[in-house]
């Protein structure tokens, strides 16, 4: 379980191929007593630690994980975020988050709010239930708070901190991102006869 905090930011090294599935990613710090079986959020993505080299972490994806998430559309030099697991006992700043990706949404547009950042992606209709204004979204691992719905797209605002701490930064109209909708949203849509999956 993950709270959508990203704790730092990755570097791609080598990404992932139908061939070659690895992925190698240098999390500096992160890295440390990380070892083989334990999990990482990859923009939101729980993936297992197979080897590590320094600050150098491999992760063996899977073909559903490359085609539901944009980990498969990474290259060299990449940006990503990163988030370990929660402790048990330890304070939840975000929300709850799995780590299962739900599945990509297209970054529309961003608009420069003074020192804020507003950005609207699309909302697939089997979302429309489960991304609503002021409810809790993860996009590529990012804990953020909805801020408005409407037909086929959702807006969320970035603050300074977040805008540098994570890598929205680097994101262009057009890019795709990893959504997780809200795990309670899943449970309650689902008691109301809806789909558990809501993936794109």
Request: charged share 25%.
């Amino acid at each position: 379980m993950f709270t959508g905090i990203v704790e730092s930011v990755g570097r791609v090294e080598e990404p992932p191929t139908a061939d070659h599935p690895a992925l190698w990613i240098d999390a500096g710090a992160l890295a440390e007593g990380l070892r083989p079986g334990d999990s990482v959020a990859v923009n939101g993505c729980c993936l297992t630690v197979t080897a590590r080299q320094g600050g150098l972490l491999r992760f063996d994806t899977l073909e559903e994980t490359r085609k539901r998430s944009n980990i498969g559309l990474l290259a060299k030099e990449d940006l990503v975020n990163l988030e370990r697991p929660v402790a048990v006992g330890s304070r939840i700043n975000g929300h709850f988050v799995t780590g299962h990706v739900d599945g990509l949404s297209r970054l529309l547009e961003i608009h420069d709010r003074g020192s804020e950042h507003e950005l609207w992606l699309e909302r697939p209709a089997p979302w429309e239930a489960l991304i609503v204004p002021k409810g809790s979204v993860a996009v590529d691992g990012i804990s953020l708070t909805v801020g408005s719905a409407r037909e086929d797209r959702f807006s969320v605002w970035i603050t300074p901190f977040t805008w540098q701490a994570t890598n929205l930064r680097t994101k262009r109209p057009g890019d795709l991102l990893n959504i997780e909708v809200d795990i309670l949203a899943r449970y309650v849509a689902a008691q109301r006869g809806r789909p558990l999956s809501a993936g794109a």
